[in-house]
């Protein structure tokens, strides 16, 4: 599996390292002191010393000065809302963003290249992903202007001429997740830029560098301060960051933990706007009149798609036990089947975990569940070479073990039976999560029963197929500690406005006034136009 560097196919390699010198800040590349970070693949070579993680390049250090010096300039180009963007016409952010995509594309080997390089994400993922994301702001810019051509009239009511839009929240801190780190980043960057906001932007730790292709693009589309980037450690640029006062929005995927304790670090924290998208312990119910080669082909794919390592992943198989060793059986030989190897290889779907503290964890998990009477089924399941983890089905979890409750977002597969289906039902009913659950059955009565209570425990059930994201016009959000706000096309760019109006009396003098402002041009928000 693991190759020499001189062995790695020359088609899939890095030309050169990424040396990523300075960052974008207030529409420059700045530098500040500290020494560059080095950036490691999950990709492990062989060499003399054994496997060594492949050296990708550096980034900058980051801290505090760098963090104050990104945060004033959002602050200074939002301008308390004066600036030249959050006052800006809808048409002129839309031509914006229209021109940032198009020379995001122009560097989309390069993006793809280092997405796979950087997290270890299969190559034809990485590309699914750079297009799928082109595609998200495509239909971003579609929805805006079907928005906003709806809000291109006046209504009067009650001898009142209102006229609503939809505003900008201010300066927004957004920072996305490794295992998405383009697409699931710009699901919060892009509808926060476009509907006006000021951005203070953190990457995540792993996924830093292909960001760095896309730096010019940003810097040539938008207007100087409206897009700034910042590195360091997250415990001490971010609660500087929102210690400050002055982020109005903090948009984050990642950890609840994380979450409630950021939130906390805003001295106003009722002024603080939050669209978080957090853990998700989802769940698979497969019954007795299940089509088992459906359910066990979309809970394998469902579970360990890039090594489990998604949100919407499944991350526990609850299966009726009058169909469980079938079930297993059958799961067992698809495992079997499942190619593991490098990124780049084709059809790949097990590749290396971003770091050896990720491999660790995932060890822990499986140490627990065998300490508390747990097998692993699978053959060289939780072997570990390198970076590597070999996907393992863990059975019969139960709720002694930490894999019954805790998200681990990776590449196991935990497996509890159940005799009556209000267990499955508790299960979901009782976890802190209420993102998606999967249902397995081919029986109208059934599904029909158990969707009514499901709907008020989670946001999305899947009904014989896995747990997901997409479409995304479809909303993606979730119940209790796994989500705050919407992320879908239309629901993003509410997320990140406010409804604001002007009205004034139905009266001549009323008419005539909002009849020379309009004819004048006078005021971006106050006007009648169509945008094609």
Same mark, same amino acid.
Not at 301 to 305: H, P
Not at 524 to 532: P, V
């Given at each position: 599996?693991?190759?020499?560097?001189?062995?790695?196919?020359?088609?899939?390699?890095?030309?050169?390292?990424?040396?990523?010198?300075?960052?974008?800040?207030?529409?420059?590349?700045?530098?500040?002191?500290?020494?560059?970070?080095?950036?490691?693949?999950?990709?492990?070579?062989?060499?003399?010393?054994?496997?060594?993680?492949? +050296?990708?390049?550096?980034? /900058?250090?980051? !801290?505090?000065?760098?963090?104050?010096?990104? %945060?004033? #300039?959002?602050? *200074? =180009?939002?301008?308390?809302?004066?600036?030249?963007?959050?006052?800006?016409?809808?048409?002129?952010?839309?031509?914006?963003?229209?021109?940032?995509?198009?020379?995001?594309?122009?560097?989309?080997?390069?993006?793809?290249?280092?997405?796979?390089?950087?997290?270890?994400?299969?190559?034809?993922?990485?590309?699914?992903?750079?297009?799928?994301?082109v595609?998200?702001?495509?239909?971003?810019?579609?929805?805006?202007?079907?928005?906003?051509?709806?809000?291109?009239?006046?209504?009067?009511?009650?001898?009142?001429?209102?006229?609503?839009?939809?505003?900008?929240?201010?300066?927004?801190l957004?920072?996305?997740?490794?295992?998405?780190?383009?697409?699931?980043?710009?699901?919060?960057?892009?509808?926060?830029?476009i509907?006006?906001?000021? +951005?203070?932007?953190?990457? /995540?730790?792993? !996924?830093?560098?292909?960001?760095?292709?896309? %730096?010019? #693009?940003?810097r *040539? =589309?938008?207007?100087?301060?409206?897009?700034?980037?910042?590195?360091?450690?997250?415990?001490?640029?971010?609660?500087?960051?929102?210690?400050?006062?002055?982020?109005?929005?903090?948009?984050?995927i990642?950890?609840?933990?994380?979450?409630?304790?950021?939130k906390?670090?805003?001295?106003?924290?009722?002024?603080?706007?939050?669209?978080?998208?957090?853990?998700?312990?989802?769940?698979?119910?497969?019954?007795?009149?299940?089509?088992?080669?459906?359910?066990?082909?979309?809970?394998l794919?469902?579970?360990?798609?890039f090594?489990?390592?998604?949100?919407?992943?499944?991350?526990?198989?609850?299966?009726?036990?009058?169909?469980?060793?079938?079930?297993?059986?059958?799961?067992?030989?698809?495992?079997?089947?499942?190619?593991?190897?490098?990124?780049?290889?084709?059809?790949?779907?097990?590749?290396?975990?971003?770091?050896?503290?990720?491999?660790?964890?995932?060890?822990?998990?499986?140490?627990?569940?065998?300490?508390?009477?747990?097998?692993?089924?699978?053959?060289?399941?939780?072997?570990?070479?390198?970076?590597?983890?070999?996907?393992a089905?863990?059975?019969?979890?139960?709720?002694?073990?930490?894999?019954?409750?805790?998200?681990?977002?990776?590449?196991?597969?935990?497996?509890?039976?159940?005799?009556?289906?209000?267990?499955?039902?508790?299960?979901?009913?009782?976890?802190?999560?209420?993102?998606?659950?999967?249902?397995?059955?081919?029986?109208?009565?059934?599904?029909?029963?158990?969707?009514?209570?499901?709907?008020?425990?989670?946001?999305?059930?899947?009904?014989?197929?896995?747990?997901?994201?997409?479409?995304?016009?479809?909303?993606?959000?979730?119940?209790?500690?796994?989500?705050?706000?919407?992320?879908?096309?239309?629901?993003?760019?509410?997320?990140?406005?406010?409804?604001?109006?002007?009205?004034?009396?139905?009266?001549?003098?009323?008419?005539?006034?909002?009849?020379?402002?309009?004819?004048?041009?006078?005021s971006?928000?106050?006007?009648?136009?169509?945008?094609?």
């Open positions: 599996m693991f190759l020499t560097m001189d062995n790695i196919p020359e088609e899939v390699r890095l030309s050169e390292p990424i040396t990523l010198c300075s960052t974008l800040i207030g529409g420059e590349y700045q530098k500040f002191p500290g020494d560059p970070v080095t950036v490691y693949s999950p990709v492990c070579a062989k060499t003399d010393n054994g496997l060594q993680q492949i +050296v990708l390049g550096s980034r /900058p250090a980051g !801290g505090v000065e760098e963090a104050q010096a990104a %945060l004033m #300039a959002a602050v *200074t =180009a939002y301008n308390e809302g004066r600036g030249k963007w959050a006052t800006a016409t809808v048409g002129y952010r839309i031509a914006c963003m229209e021109r940032f995509t198009n020379l995001m594309i122009e560097v989309r080997d390069k993006v793809v290249r280092i997405l796979m390089w950087e997290i270890g994400k299969s190559l034809s993922d990485s590309e699914k992903e750079f297009d799928r994301t595609n998200y702001i495509r239909s971003t810019i579609s929805a805006l202007k079907e928005l906003d051509n709806s809000n291109s009239r006046f209504q009067i009511v009650e001898g009142v001429i209102g006229q609503v839009r939809r505003t900008p929240l201010g300066v927004v957004v920072m996305g997740p490794y295992n998405y780190p383009l697409n699931e980043t710009f699901a919060l960057l892009i509808p926060a830029l509907m006006g906001n000021a +951005v203070v932007f953190k990457p /995540p730790r792993f !996924g830093s560098l292909l960001f760095a292709p896309l %730096l010019e #693009a940003f *040539t =589309a938008f207007p100087p301060g409206i897009f700034n980037v910042v590195y360091g450690k997250g415990e001490v640029v971010v609660p500087l960051l929102l210690e400050s006062g002055q982020i109005n929005t903090l948009a984050l990642g950890s609840s933990k994380v979450a409630g304790h950021l906390k670090l805003h001295p106003k924290i009722n002024q603080l706007r939050a669209i978080l998208g957090l853990d998700a312990k989802n769940a698979a119910i497969v019954l007795p009149d299940a089509d088992l080669d459906l359910a066990v082909s979309e809970c794919v469902g579970s360990l798609s090594n489990g390592q998604r949100c919407t992943a499944l991350k526990i198989l609850l299966v009726h036990r009058s169909i469980i060793d079938e079930f297993l059986e059958k799961l067992l030989h698809a495992i079997s089947k499942m190619k593991i190897g490098m990124p780049w290889e084709r059809q790949v779907m097990i590749t290396p975990l971003p770091s050896q503290a990720k491999v660790k964890q995932m060890r822990d998990y499986i140490d627990d569940a065998i300490g508390h009477g747990a097998r692993i089924l699978n053959e060289g399941g939780g072997d570990i070479a390198g970076t590597f983890f070999m996907p089905i863990v059975y019969p979890v139960t709720p002694s073990m930490r894999l019954y409750r805790e998200e681990q977002f990776g590449p196991i597969v935990p497996v509890t039976p159940f005799d009556d289906i209000e267990e499955a039902l508790a299960y979901v009913r009782t976890s802190e999560h209420g993102q998606q659950v999967s249902i397995f059955s081919e029986s109208p009565e059934i599904v029909g029963r158990l969707v009514d209570p499901l709907v008020n425990q989670v946001c999305r059930v899947n009904i014989n197929s896995q747990c997901q994201r997409g479409p995304d016009i479809f909303p993606f959000t979730g119940r209790k500690d796994s989500a705050e706000g919407t992320l879908s096309v239309t629901d993003a760019l509410r997320s990140f406005s406010i409804r604001s109006m002007i009205a004034t009396k139905d009266s001549t003098a009323g008419k005539a006034l909002l009849g020379s402002i309009l004819h004048e041009r006078t971006n928000f106050i006007n009648t136009g169509f945008i094609f």
